[in-house]
Every structure is written in structure tokens, then in C-alpha cells.
């Protein structure tokens, strides 16, 4: 059974540091492409940044530019996302997602994606 368990999340205050960590299990995960998405209440599943198969490509959305990075473990496929200097609107379940990896295209749109995990909460205290 293929799944991919993210860790890390929790409570953080606004201007801290978090590190969400995203285990996939079940099949072969290194010719995927990986990538973490977001859902704030109320709000549409929007894209936070992604990495190609082999680590070396990374892409970020506007909002996290600057201020996050996003890597993987190639001995395990293990995905992680460090985001810093963290604010309210960051505050969302986020979700770790993994696709075959077809460069460019679609890397910001979650239809592209095969494989979810079932997300996990983080909040952002003012």
C-alpha cells in the first residue's frame, strides 16, 4: 500500500521556524517528483513548492519564495520543507504529495499528482 506520512506540524509562533517531513512507503519513490501543498479553511489546495526526482530542481510558490526549502533524501525518498519566518496566512493543513516526474509541467497543479498524504495541521499563533 503506497502512503506517504507527513510529520512536523503543530503549533508555532508567527517569526519561528517549522519542518514538515514527508515519509513515503510502499513502492519505489525516486523516479517521482515531490511536492507540498497547502489548505487553509475555506480556501482552495494551493501549491508551496516541489522537487524533482533527483533533488537538484526545486520550485517555489511566490509566497514561500525566499523563506523555505525544500529537499529530499535520495537514500530513502524522504521529502522535507523548512519554512522560516513564518506568518498567520501560513497556517494551513499541508499536504505531501508525490507525481511522475515530467519536469516543468504541472508541477504546481495538483491534478498533476498521483499520490497524497492525508496532511498535516499547522498553525501559526500571532
Known amino acids: 500500500q503506497v502512503q506517504l506520512v507527513e510529520s512536523g506540524g503543530g503549533l508555532v509562533q508567527a517569526g519561528g521556524s517549522l519542518k514538515l517531513s514527508c515519509a513515503p512507503s510502499?513502492?519505489?519513490?525516486?523516479?517521482?517528483?515531490m511536492g507540498w501543498f497547502r489548505q487553509a479553511p475555506g480556501k482552495e489546495r494551493e501549491f508551496v513548492a516541489a522537487?524533482?526526482?533527483?533533488?537538484?530542481?526545486?520550485y517555489y510558490s511566490d509566497s514561500v519564495k525566499g523563506r523555505s526549502t525544500i529537499s529530499r533524501e535520495r537514500n530513502n525518498d524522504t521529502v522535507h520543507l523548512q519554512v522560516n519566518t513564518l506568518e498567520p496566512g501560513d497556517a494551513a493543513v499541508y499536504y505531501c504529495?508525490?507525481?511522475?516526474?515530467?519536469?516543468?509541467?504541472?508541477?504546481?497543479?495538483?491534478?498533476?499528482?498521483?499520490?497524497w498524504g492525508h496532511g498535516i495541521q499547522v498553525t501559526v499563533s500571532s
Open positions: 504529495a508525490a507525481r511522475w516526474d515530467s519536469g516543468t509541467y504541472g508541477y504546481s497543479l495538483p491534478t498533476s499528482y498521483r499520490y
Open positions: 510502499g513502492r519505489t519513490f525516486s523516479s517521482f517528483a
Open positions: 522537487i524533482n526526482w533527483s533533488g537538484a530542481i526545486t
